[in-house]
């Protein structure tokens, strides 16, 4: 079954009681038992719902993976993943990533005895560096927020394979329609659902994939456990968004394709951050791992002064001033003061988190309208 049949169809039967297309929204706490034990396989929500179990379903034939699972947000999602970990275990993250992943690294989990590098990873030489009889976690997210740099993910499978080392992939960014992380290798599919999954701006999720049953056994555990679940009415919102994930994503690709050459050949701006253009230092590399390039773009103002970031953002007519990324509609950020004002100042500005920095998720709107907004915040 390819990608577009997956998205509509996997996961998803008509009800058995009715013959409804759409999954019902499941909006019960408990289920009756004909007997203590004796049940239809569901007993509590917490542990199980029928709307959530359609999405995990669906979201893990989207990765190409046996076993998914929702949670009420992205963190939570990534916070289970590091509790997978114990005390004394030792993480390798890159250096350029979400800043509420760095703060839950240095902020939540260091104090419980895990310790963390930050490294580049796009130089996989950097990552076999620090590897030592600790490690037990790589954490990739590529392309990365908000630099848009691209990690090879063979690559650090390869060498973390050798060391017996798992491998998750931050794959928000790309989305499971560009990019497989399970199929070249990586032990974790990660996703903030709030993204691209949902697409419209209107669900709060996070989701992982794996393809190994002992350790989507003790993923489950933990999901069960801490029970950082999403609602059965998010789930379903879910479901309906990502029926629309191919033909979204294809729209988003094109527009930022677009917006990035736009922003090249516009004076005021420094350097763009898009891996579909050819001078980006691991194009040939995104080039491989994707099957296009995705709707994210960054760039820099000739001055680097927060004031002229500032001036810009508050130009902007279509684009919209807003934390998120990967509604149908365009949003415009500024990482030093939103989505990495949790980093300090001196590491954000050594991946190049500078106070000119301006990160933009393209949307589907009309390409023309969008251009037309960038020409006109900047000339101003």
């Known amino acids: 079954m390819k990608f577009a049949t997956k998205a509509i169809h996997a996961g998803q039967e008509p009800d058995s009681a009715t013959g409804a ?6 909006q019960t706490s408990t289920y009756v038992q004909a007997a203590p034990g004796k049940h239809l396989g569901f007993e509590y929500s917490r542990t199980h719902n029928p709307t959530r179990k359609a999405l995990e379903n669906n979201i893990a034939a989207l990765e190409n993976g046996k076993y998914g699972l929702c949670f009420g947000s992205g963190m939570a999602a990534e916070d289970a993943v590091i509790k997978l970990l114990e005390p004394g275990d030792e993480v390798i993250s890159t250096n350029d990533l979400y800043g509420g992943t760095y703060r839950m690294f240095t902020k939540i989990f260091a104090k419980y005895g895990i310790k963390f590098h930050f490294t580049p ?3 996989v030489e950097n990552v076999k560096k620090l590897i030592n ?12 927020n908000p630099m848009l740099n691209i990690i090879d993910i063979e690559a650090i499978v390869s060498l973390a394979k050798k060391n017996n080392i798992r491998v998750a992939v931050d794959n928000t960014f790309a989305s499971p329609y560009l990019q497989l992380p399970l199929n070249l290798g990586a032990d974790i599919a990660v996703h903030s659902v709030t993204k691209y999954l949902g697409g ?4 709060v999720m996070g989701a992982l994939v794996c ?3 002992s350790l989507a056994e003790q993923l489950y555990f ?7 679940v999403p609602s059965p009415h998010d789930c379903f919102l879910v479901l309906r968004g990502i029926k629309t994930l191919h033909v979204r994503m294809e729209r988003h690709c094109d ?5 990035a050459e736009y922003l090249v050949s516009h004076p005021a701006v420094g350097k763009v951050n898009y891996p579909g253009l050819k001078e980006h230092p691991n194009h040939a590399v995104a080039k491989k791992q994707m099957k296009d390039f995705g709707g994210m773009v960054s760039f820099t103002l000739k001055e680097n002064k927060i004031e002229k970031a500032v001036k810009v ?8 001033l807003a934390e998120s990324l990967g509604g149908v509609e365009s949003l415009c950020g500024h990482p030093a003061t939103m989505t990495h004002a949790s980093i300090p100042k001196e590491e954000r500005e050594k991946t190049g988190v500078v106070d000119s920095l301006i990160r933009l998720s393209v949307g589907i709107e009309d390409a023309d309208d969008l251009t037309d907004d960038l020409k006109q915040a900047l000339n101003q």
């Open 222 to 228: 933990i999901q069960n456990s801490c029970g950082g």
């Open 21 to 26: 297309i759409m999954t019902p929204i499941y």
């Open 133 to 144: 009889a600790h490690t037990r976690l790589i954490w990739v997210e590529t392309p990365t």
């Open 121 to 123: 990873m796009s130089d």
């Open 211 to 213: 393809n190994d049953g």
């Open 313 to 320: 953002l508050s130009k902007f007519k279509i684009f919209s």
């Open 255 to 259: 527009n930022a394709k677009k917006v």
């Open 200 to 203: 419209h701006s209107d669900v």
